[in-house]
């Protein structure tokens, strides 16, 4: 037998033929003679199977079979409340017939080994656990498919996939090897920490087998009360989502690629003229002289500068990209400087090792070196000078023109003083290139950073927004978002979203309406394009599709503080934006698996059109009231309903007695909102809201200044008591007005204000109030 771990152990192997014929060998390991049950933590050493196990606080155990390649990348330490593990709600035991338990102390068992531990000639591990085949399981980052991911074997590695994105892809940009199930105890979270090549194999009868290729089988096991608790220890562990500026909430123009400073003004330019919203526009590839990042065109972008002033002056951000990929080039000062610092990944020859990529012949720089990092993020000084706080890291998988479209397996990196091969961190390459950008912008404009990626690991929301890359314009393209969405979200990656119109092919402009309509709705509220396509400036189609694209633009503006308020709940709890059915009743069966529909936050639920020719679908509705938005009128759930919507509207549900903050029109985020609206939807006896507002730029860690907000209201037969109080102690709010949105059937009623009869144009706390009896969809 050629297997390591037999010659020079005294552990026995025995083989065994697991998979299909033309599976790899398995043998099994054991060698595990006494048992071993804790409740804490402990150590079993063993030359090629140590087992580690250790409580990180309550609700986590960590169980490490084997030895890491490397520190890990995804997990923060430091946010864990480590040191007090009173009463550990997880215990786990080893058998010494190598079977591995893992149980609640609440619940009854969570999961055990149903074979134990294989290894296999290359030296790949497979763990095997029982797992029912009624389990559903959420998350592992950006997958194509159903939201429930079961059944499926999933495997992780981040590629550049250009290829049409369909049900049966499986690997994509980003690696996020973290499942949600919910067993028949209650909700388990599982984190495998390992950026090499790893697998998730749902696909079998009763079991699931976890594959790492090399390093350790590093599992997180996270229990919960229920999943917003998981998602909450799970962000414990991996960091919570960034809080990002208010101007990255707004709408955002992209394509491959806009071609002078003058195309790019006078883009910008035409929204403005349309009275379209607009708070980023995006530089693609060609903007830089001849694809050297950190560059512009010396011809078509010389007035770059100008031309970034120029958009701020229209409220806009200039957002370019920046690949990892580094021309080689004797005359070009970046790849000079990463030679000279030896600051590129090598070749086994211990030479930069090169590949090709958009500027032809590229190195590319080792983030896994702090001290590259902290060159890379130097390197932007050349944008944030010129006033850019936002960047868009694309390629960075990396992907490379290639047959295996990556960097070789075998090409050295350099962490902590060790040589580490690209295969074992491969996955983590790209988190690490967007948290060296991200710092860029704390560090160096001391603002809060925007950082979109395409590539990702765990824990990638700690510092950028993830898009899920090249999709097409196409109906199954619009449908196959929400469901990835959902499970980003579920994975922690709150600020996602999908390129609105399909990046490549032509959109027809009703599949471009519905989707800007969706897209509204986006965490992440993207429109971009490829290059040598029909446009899709909102208002590239004529009407009536301008008007239509115009609108949901305008919906965005309406909702974005309440969108912030869901940004914020995200940085603090790890809680996702945009939210499955089943995020807010699993007891309800019927939502396990729906994916045609969802929630923004608790209030919203929209249901978009999915088909062309269709002006209305059924939607389901959770138990409750809800007001359906486009005939303003309640209905009771649970149930399905028939939403009519017309072309030029989306069905969508308010939760009945919701207070939803609202902004009045505006062009930008960064244009002063004087005016903050508050929309009471009828259906509730009572209510009540934080509001939490800033300055939307500033770093929160270092001022973490904001104006609270109560606001509630108490309904009896005919009188509605309101209750308002401000604190501006430690911000002052930029809106003076406060305007309340209340049901047309309150109209008969009295109100009060703290007590006192509110009349029109009131004044509480410095704050004028003014009520309307809006329908909904006129503020929204
Ligand atoms: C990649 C990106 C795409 C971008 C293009 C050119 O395909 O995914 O968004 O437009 O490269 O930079």
New binding site residues.
Partial sequence: MSNAVNQSSSISVQPEIVLANNAPIQRRVEGYRTEISSSLGSRIDHEHFPIVTRHLNNAILRVCIGTPSTKSFAIQYDNLNTPEVQQASMEWTWRPNAHWQVGYHRHGTGFSTSRGLYTDDSGAQHLYLNFENHWPVYGLGEKTGELNKKNRRWSFWNS?V?APHTEATDELYQSIPFFITKTDQGWLGVFLDNPGRCTLDFSLNAELCISVNNGAIDLYLISGESLPDILKHYTDLTGKPFLPPKWALGYHQ?R??YQSSEEVIQVVEQFRQHGIGLDALYL??MYMDEYRVFSFDPKQFQKAPAMVEKLRSLGVHTVP?V?PGVKVDDQYRVYQQGLAGDYFIKGQDQNPWQGIV?PGVSVWPDFFNQEVSHWWRDLHHFYIDMGIQGFWN??NEPAVFNEQKTIDDNALHYIDGETIEHGQVHNAYGLLMSEATAQAVTEHANQRPFVLT?AGYAGIQRSAAV?T??NRSSWEHLRMSIPMLLNLGLSGVAFAGA?IGG?MDNAQPELFVRWMQLGTFYPFMRN?C??GLQSQEPWSFGEPWTKIATRAIQRRYAILPYLYQLFRDANETGTPIMRAMMWHDPSEVITENMADQFMLGQAMLVAPIMEPGQLARAVWLPKGQWLNVHEDKLVMGSGYQLAHAGLEDIPMFLRAGSILPLAPPRLSSEAPMTVLRLLIIEGKESNRILFRDDDGISIAKQSHKYVRLSFGYQLSQDIVECHLSIDQSQFKAQWSVLEIGLPSAWKKRKMTMNGVDLLNDAIVDGLSIKITFATPAIWL
């Fill in positions: 550049d250009f992209s491959h690629s693609d590839i990209i690949d958009w694309d390629m395409r898009w890359g090249d390129d990046f971009h490829s290059i």
